[in-house]
Every structure is written in structure tokens, then in C-alpha cells.
């Protein structure tokens, strides 16, 4: 999502994965607004962030998912794992920011 690799591929050759992608237009347009090398750790992590806040976002479109949150039988919690920590990071979404879970 972050490079455009896939972008206007034709299905067959990776343009099925881009219409995925492009569900993180919005969400790379703010990482670019805010990193001047996308090719950074910096900005490949802002990139990883910002796909679970669009992920969440995204799911509370459903009305099915709405009215569970709304009534407390389901509850959305977006998280990121660090591979190369071997972490968990859960977003609190008072704060906006993630934390690393104990």
C-alpha cells in the first residue's frame, strides 16, 4: 500500500490484491503527508498504524457491527504484532497510540 507496487495491475497479475489496497488510499495519503521517505521504518510503521485504524474504521461501516457495539455484545480492539520484538501492541483508542501488551 505504502510503495504503489500493485497499483493499476491488472487482475492476473496482482491487480485483484490492489483493489484490496486500496481500501489504505486515505490512510497512506496521511503517512505520505506526514514522512518524506515512505521507504523509511518511520513511515513503514505510521503505514502498519494506520491500517488497523482504517481496518477498525472500516468494520464499524457494517450496521451489524454498529448495533453489537452499541448493545456491548461485541467490543472492536485493533492490535499490532512486532515481529521483530515478538509483541503484542493493542491500540487505545482514547489515546490514539499503542501500547505494548505485558
Do not use: Y
Request: charged fraction near 25%; aromatic fraction near 6%; proline fraction near 3%.
Amino acid at each position: 500500500a505504502l510503495s504503489e507496487q500493485m497499483k493499476d495491475m491488472p487482475h492476473g497479475q496482482g491487480g485483484f490484491i490492489a483493489d484490496w489496497i486500496t481500501l489504505l488510499d486515505d490512510a497512506r495519503v496521511k503517512v505520505a503527508h506526514d514522512h518524506a521517505d515512505l521507504g523509511s521504518g518511520p513511515a513503514q510503521l505510521a503505514m502498519e498504524h494506520e491500517g488497523v485504524r482504517t481496518s477498525l474504521a472500516n468494520l464499524r461501516t457494517f450496521p451489524c457491527i454498529q448495533e453489537k457495539e452499541a448493545n456491548g455484545s461485541i467490543r472492536l480492539i485493533g492490535a499490532w504484532f512486532a515481529i521483530s520484538e515478538g509483541k503484542l501492541h493493542v491500540l487505545d483508542e482514547q489515546s490514539d497510540q499503542f501500547g505494548v501488551v505485558d
